[in-house]
Every structure is written in structure tokens, then in C-alpha cells.
């Protein structure tokens, strides 16, 4: 993954920072295009585990469509020329200046996560002459098998609609006169590597599509969000994800209808192998037992770690020699700024540069300024220079949210 002369130019640069290879990333969204190119999928970017320019230009260039969470996401994703009708609008929480900006953008699709949430969708479009539509979130009660901070579709958790909610939904649907259901929507969980998660997601989808079909309800489509896993342990050896095992798990499990499609939002699996974040080692220091690098990223940088227990492989790149323990830890004032323990490293000393692999997903999206730490700066394969979200967020946000205001 790094060659010298790409380790000569990280040498020269000032750090932490995160390194975009854009050529994997191109690879990830090739092989998966291939895949759907011929049939009724519309492939839906989760915007939330990156949102850096150049990842989302080449994302849309390769004509995917965006997975929002936020007005702002929405605006994020407009404003690099996705089209609108390919910008769903999700989450448990969206405010009415959020559904306000969605629906001035004319955007695809809300997908809707409870009864109260369609009503006020429906009085807004009602005020605004707009026909909203939206998929509903079923919580289709499958077992992900990751790790429990990230599964989202059992029942205890806060995600989609209950059935006495829909039961509403459905018996008083007509009063409804601004919303249109065109989709059923599902996202079980993240980082799911088994591949039956996906087989009995479909399975149970087939057997709620078959329910609401006997009361009468068709859809346009059938949203099986993201969640795809990449493989942390081996970036190298699996650069990127099975897609082929999931869309042939889904051809051959889903009973599509004719002429409906399927939506899918992959996130992580898209953009998790082509990031790494780079850091310095500061101090090599004893602990007992112990012998701790210190280096000069934390969570401020990649929080992952900490907040999911979750496991990046992590490289000396700058040293040959014989291999020692280390605990990684970063700088930060509390024990769980810890990037891996017990992490077998070329032997390392101050100075050297340290890769955390994988980290392109839920990374520098998650960073914050805890301590008052710098924003991290982004650089990209391309052409190495500085761009993207680093320069953009301290002024375009503002933008953005002026634009909000501007919506009100
Ligand atoms: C987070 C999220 C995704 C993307 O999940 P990944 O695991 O990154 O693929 C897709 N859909 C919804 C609704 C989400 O919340």
C-alpha cells in the first residue's frame, strides 16, 4: 500500500493526517457497479461515514446516488451535483427545518422511522404543495451478529416503526394526502461479515412485503440499507468487500416484484479500506510490563477505537526492524485514547511515522476538538496536496448553514 516515494512524502508532511487512496476507492465502486449495472438497483452512498469532496465527486461520478442523515448531508450532497431525485433522507430525528430543506430540494425519498415522524412530514408538504414520498423503516427483528453498539435492527432498539405504529399508519393512510409510500426500508446493523445476517434479512422481507401486499400496498421499491463489513484484520489481502456473495445473496433470496427496484446504502464498505490515518510516534515509554507508544493522533482523530472497542490493523512503515509489543495510545487525558494493545510493531522508536489502517469510514467524520486539538487534514493519492474536508469545513459549513437559514 506504501511505497517509499508515497513514505518520502508523508516524511515531509506535517502530522496526523488522513491518506485517501483513490484508486482503491475507484476499485471498490467499479466492482461493485459491475455487479448492479444490469439490473434494478439504485446504489445509495451513506454520506455519514465520509463526506470529503473528492470521495463524493467520484462517487457520484460513477452515478450513485446519496444516503442522508442530516439537512446538512442533504446540502453537502446537492451542492456536488447529486441529483435530487437519488437522495434519500433518513434518521430517527429529522427536524422540521431538515424536512422543510428535503422537500424545497424535491429529494427521492424519506425514509420514515415512526408514525408521529409521517404526520409532520405531511403537514409540512401540505403547506409547502408537495407530495412527499417515503419508504417506511421496519424493524425487521433479524439478528446482525456485530457488535451490539451497532446493531440497529432488534426490536429494543430505537430504529423504525413498532406494529402498532404501522397498523396506524395503515388504517388511516388516506388521511395522509401528502405522503406517498413508494418503499419499505430496513438497515439491521453495520460491519455484518456474515453473509446469512443478509439471507435472513431478505427472507423476513419477503414475508413483510407479502403482508402489506394482502393489505393492499404496493411498493416502487425495497431499501436494504448498508451494513456491509470490510475485513479490518486484512486490508491488504481484501481490499474490498464481497460484494458479489451479498448481490448474489440478495438474487437469489429477495422476491422482487416486477419492476420494483432495490435500494441499497452501502457506506463503509464503499469508502473503510481507502483511508488510513498517519501519525507520528512521540515517545516510546515504560510501563511495567508495558511498552507504550505514544503518538501524536488520538481519538480526536479516530474514535473507533474507544467508542466501539473496534480493531484497526496498525504499521511502523518507516522501520525494518525486528518485531516488539506496544500498546498504541494517543495523547489525549483519558485511558480509553488507545488505538490497539499488545500490537506487534517493527521495532519503533520516536520519529517514526505509524499507518492505522481501514480508517476511511466513520473516521474523520467522527473527529472532534477535544482539547482543542486542530481539525486533522485530509491529503488524497491523486496528487497529494491539500484539499477536501480540512479547508472546506471551517468555512463551508457556515455556508451550509446559512443556507438552512436561508430555507426558514
Ligand atoms: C449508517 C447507515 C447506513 C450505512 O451503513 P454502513 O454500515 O456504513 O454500510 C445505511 N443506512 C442507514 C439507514 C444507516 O443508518
Not at 437519488?86 to 422511522?113: Q, R, W, Y
Not at 403537514?123 to 407530495?131: G, P, T, W
Amino acid at each position: 500500500m506504501f511505497n517509499n516515494e508515497l513514505i518520502k512524502k508523508f516524511k515531509d508532511t506535517p502530522t496526523p493526517f488522513y491518506f485517501y487512496d483513490l484508486d482503491q476507492l475507484e476499485q471498490t465502486i467499479l466492482r461493485l457497479k459491475s455487479l448492479v449495472f444490469h439490473n434494478n438497483y439504485q446504489i445509495h452512498y451513506a454520506l455519514k461515514a465520509n463526506v470529503n469532496e473528492p470521495i463524493l465527486q467520484m462517487i457520484r461520478k460513477h452515478g450513485f446516488g446519496a444516503d442522508c442523515v442530516s439537512g446538512n448531508e442533504i446540502l453537502q450532497a446537492i451542492r456536488l451535483g447529486f441529483d435530487p431525485q437519488k437522495i434519500v433522507f433518513a434518521g430517527v430525528g429529522k427536524s422540521d427545518e431538515e424536512i422543510c430543506l428535503a422537500l424545497d430540494h424535491n429529494i427521492g425519498v424519506f425514509n420514515c422511522e415512526s408514525l408521529q415522524e409521517v404526520r409532520i412530514i405531511n403537514e409540512i408538504a401540505l403547506e409547502r404543495d408537495k407530495v412527499a414520498n417515503i419508504a417506511i423503516r421496519i424493524n425487521p427483528n433479524v439478528e446482525a451478529k456485530t457488535h451490539h453498539y451497532i446493531t440497529t435492527g432488534m426490536q429494543t432498539n430505537k430504529f423504525g416503526f413498532s406494529q402498532e405504529e404501522l397498523d396506524e399508519l395503515i388504517s388511516s393512510i388516506f388521511d395522509f394526502k401528502a405522503i406517498e409510500i413508494t418503499g419499505l426500508h430496513f438497515h439491521i446493523g453495520s460491519q455484518i461479515t456474515d453473509i446469512d445476517v443478509f439471507r435472513n434479512l431478505c427472507l423476513r422481507v419477503n414475508e413483510i412485503q407479502d403482508w402489506f401486499n394482502s393489505k393492499g400496498f404496493i411498493f416502487d421499491h425495497i431499501n436494504l440499507g448498508g451494513g456491509l463489513g470490510i475485513d479490518y484484520q486484512n486490508p491488504d489481502k481484501n481490499p474490498i468487500p464481497d460484494f458479489e456473495k451479498l448481490i448474489q445473496t440478495i438474487e437469489q433470496n429477495l422476491k422482487v416484484r416486477s419492476g420494483q427496484e432495490v435500494h441499497l446504502e452501502p457506506g463503509r464498505s464503499i469508502v473503510g479500506q481507502c483511508g488510513n490515518l498517519i501519525t507520528k510516534v512521540l515517545y516510546i515509554k515504560n510501563g511495567g510490563p508495558k511498552k507504550f507508544a505514544v503518538v501524536d493522533a488520538g481519538f480526536t482523530e479516530l474514535i473507533r477505537p474507544a467508542l466501539y472497542q473496534a480493531y484497526h490493523k496498525i504499521q511502523n512503515i518507516t522501520s525494518d526492524q525486528e518485531p516488539m509489543i506496544y500498546d498504541i495510545v494517543g495523547p489525549l487525558c483519558e485511558s480509553t485514547d488507545s488505538f490497539g494493545s499488545g500490537v506487534e510493531l517493527c521495532e519503533t522508536n520516536r520519529g517514526d511515522l505509524i499507518a492505522i489502517r481501514s480508517a476511511g469510514a466513520y473516521g474523520e467524520v467522527m473527529s472532534s476538538y477535544y482539547n482543542l486539538r486542530k481539525k486533522v487534514k485530509s491529503y488524497y493519492s491523486s496528487d497529494f496536496t491539500e484539499q477536501g474536508f480540512s479547508d472546506y469545513l471551517g468555512t463551508q459549513l457556515e455556508d451550509v448553514s446559512m443556507e438552512i437559514n436561508m430555507h426558514l
